[in-house]
């Protein structure tokens, strides 16, 4: 589960689109609580540097694993996406690389 805003800004960047569904807009119920959730285990990791730290270095281990930083002339100009050779090497990685990148983008 990711936080919306990180949720939104994903599929802009790789979809190029705003969402608009009930959750994004903050009308679910239920999707107001999984974002209550997320705020408080974010609050109780930046109590604690050292787990706010293991959380950053995760989630830059796993953004790594599904993007590539993309340069022209040796000059950095964004993140592109990792190919995969096939459909489940892609969902696998990318099942592994949310939950860390969900964790450290609700904080």
């Known amino acids: 589960v990711l936080p919306t805003q990180l949720r939104q800004k994903f599929l ?8 608009a569904c009930p959750r994004c807009r903050g009308d679910d119920p239920a999707g ?4 209550a959730a997320l ?3 974010a609050r109780e990791a930046n109590e604690d540097p050292a787990k706010a730290y293991a959380l950053q270095s995760a989630m830059h281990s796993a953004h790594a ?3 590539r930083m993309q340069t022209e002339n040796g000059v950095p100009m964004g993140f592109g996406y990792r ?8 969902l696998a990685t990318v099942d592994h690389a949310l939950a860390h990148i969900a964790a450290f983008g609700a904080t």
């Open 32 to 35: 107001r609580l999984v974002e």
């Open 65 to 67: 694993s599904i993007c």
């Open 12 to 19: 802009l960047g790789r979809f190029g689109f705003e969402c």
């Open 83 to 90: 190919s995969f050779d096939d459909w489940s090497e892609a």
């Open 39 to 41: 705020a408080r285990c």
